[in-house]
């Protein structure tokens, strides 16, 4: 309810203004006024004809002498807060009260430029909301008016906001359309172009070939342009390295290392605009990444060291960025790969720290699991003993995780390597438990990788199995590779047997009590690697000799 004073004061200039007068005083408990004969019509109009509520001068007139400017503000808060409650709550013709309301308001704004603003916030208000019907009726009002205004500065606010409008519904033509036309009524727009730049980004990675390249170098240009009209553009600036680095991608040599180079500098250009700007500091860090993988020796370690630390920045910034904490994690861990004992170790923890932190940002997310579950891997074959098979369990653990939630959202070809990891770090974790003499927990633990094997169709999953059937072949572990082999038969894994062959006959010759027979009845090929595999490692030795 609005305090008597103010009811007062606007009673008081509604009677200075004539639009309400004081009867005959009588006697009474409360006070009555007479509403004038336009105010009347004004009411009769609101009350029985919607279609008229938007040609209301006089309603117009009256608002604007309701409220003071603050008042103004304080309602057309209210007013979109009421809406945006409805309109999420998906109480759409409830919500659409408060636009009219909302339009009236905007009508009767104290100052043109702030009636403009309100306008413009309602019609973002209901794109944010998913009223889309209601933004496309408000802009095609708005369109029809303005072009017959001949008023080219709101003509072209309303063909930027016809476009976010298509943004929020994915019709990319639509967008890059729609900026055109907001550039065309304004050609010095530089929001336009630099969003102009970005929908271009976005549909040419959709495309391929020649169309995809011509995309991009459009999206260049039009983030130039924008640059040009405001060179402290920071999106703009942004949003140019993102189309060279997607362009980057598609290439290889020179043009590549040479259009990564230049997103870099965008990025640096963005963020001297904007210390601040998380998202061009951790674009800046993956791009160096990209060019520290082209690179060798120091420089490739002085390139991946720049992008932990932009990644860094970024995440200084906003904690919770989860795309700067995997790429943080990914620099790390190819700093990792360069290293050697403790400071391998020490890189790879901080690797899976940053791995773990992202996954708390976004739960469950299956290429997070995956690179903590290979970080752990990769520090669990530098470990031994009880250490070892600690980190090799919670790697298995992270990689089980990510191949199962992945199983609808992960393309199959990453579902694959996924496997194979997984088969990786089970068969070291098997080969640490046959050395260890637990035969039992050996077993559950092929069965596992068994289990990954037969749904993984890359090839690198087989020589997994393949390296370790080398080491774990010996006179001394017959038995338990003979169980092992047993298992696979079970599960009729016949191409994979085959490809184990030679392994599977050196365990029948021990068998057997090495037996002459199994070694007479095979070819000449055939015998010569089943014998070198009896023979061992001195054997391999005598050959290479």
């Not at 304080?74 to 809406?83: G, K, P, V, W």
């Not at 998906?90 to 905007?106: K, S």
């Not at 927990?441 to 092929?446: C, I, N, Q």
Request: one cysteine or more; charged letters at 30%; aromatic letters at 8%.
């Amino acid at each position: 309810r609005l305090p008597v004073n103010q009811i007062n004061s606007i009673l008081k200039r509604l009677r200075e203004l004539g639009f309400v007068a004081l009867p005959p005083q009588q006697r009474r408990k409360a006070t009555y006024y007479i509403v004038s004969e336009r105010v009347f019509r004004i009411w009769h109009q609101m009350r029985f004809s919607a279609a008229s509520r938007r040609k209301l001068e006089f309603l117009i007139e009256f608002v604007r002498i309701w409220y003071t400017a603050q008042e103004w503000s304080s309602e057309a808060d209210r007013l979109m807060q009421e809406y945006l409650k409805a309109a999420t709550g998906r109480r759409f013709e409830e919500a659409g009260r408060f636009v009219e309301h909302l339009a009236y308001l905007a009508e009767a704004a104290p100052e043109p430029q702030k009636g403009h603003e309100l306008a413009d916030r309602t019609v973002r208000a209901c794109i944010e909301s998913g009223d889309f019907p209601r933004a496309e009726r408000l802009l095609e009002e708005r369109l029809a008016s303005h072009s017959a205004q001949g008023d080219n500065a709101r003509l072209a606010e309303d063909w930027f906001l016809k476009a976010y409008l298509s943004y929020a519904q994915g019709r990319w033509d639509d967008v890059i359309a729609e900026l055109g036309q907001a550039v065309h009524f304004k050609p010095t727009f530089h929001d336009a172009l630099g969003n102009w730049g970005a929908a271009l980004t976005g549909l040419a990675v959709t495309k391929t070939g020649e169309e995809r390249d011509r995309l991009f170098r459009q999206a260049f240009e039009k983030c130039e342009a924008a640059v040009k009209v405001k060179p402290d553009m920071h999106e703009a600036l942004n949003n140019w390295g993102v189309a060279l680095a997607g362009l980057a991608v598609t290439k290889t040599g020179e043009e590549r290392e040479r259009l990564f180079r230049q997103a870099a500098e965008k990025y640096e250009a963005a963020v001297k605009v904007k210390p601040d700007m998380h998202e061009a500091l951790n674009n800046w860090g993956i791009a160096l990444t990209n060019l520290a993988a082209t690179k060798t020796g120091g420089e490739r370690e002085r390139l991946f060291q720049q992008a932990a630390e932009k990644c860094e920045a970024a995440v200084k910034v906003k904690t919770d960025m989860h795309d700067a904490l995997a790429n943080w994690g990914g620099a790390l861990m190819e700093m990792a790969s360069s290293k050697t004992g403790p400071e391998q170790q020490r890189l790879l923890q901080q690797a899976a720290d940053r791995f773990e932190a992202a996954l708390k940002v976004k739960p469950n997310d299956p290429d997070m699991l995956y690179q903590w579950g290979v970080a752990l891997a990769d520090m669990g074959l530098g470990e031994t003993g009880r250490q070892q098979e600690r980190l090799l369990a919670a790697a298995s653990d992270k990689l089980d995780q990510a191949i199962n939630i992945s199983a609808q959202a992960v393309p199959s070809q990453s579902r694959d390597l996924w496997a194979v990891q997984f088969v990786q770090v089970a068969l070291a974790r098997c080969a640490h438990a046959l050395d260890a003499n637990n035969v039992g927990h050996a077993r559950s633990l092929f069965i596992a990788a068994l289990d990954r094997l037969s749904g993984a169709e890359h090839a690198s999953a087989k020589n997994e199995m393949l390296f370790f059937f080398r080491w774990a072949t010996h006179e001394t572990r017959a038995d338990s590779c003979a169980e092992l082999f047993s298992l696979m038969r079970e599960r009729k894994m016949e191409r994979e047997l085959a490809l184990l062959e030679p392994f599977v006959l050196a365990v029948e010759y021990w068998q057997k009590g090495k037996d002459a027979q199994v070694l007479d009845r095979l070819n000449p090929e055939l015998r010569q690697l089943v014998e070198a595999i009896i023979k061992g490692p001195a054997a391999k030795k005598e050959d290479s000799r």
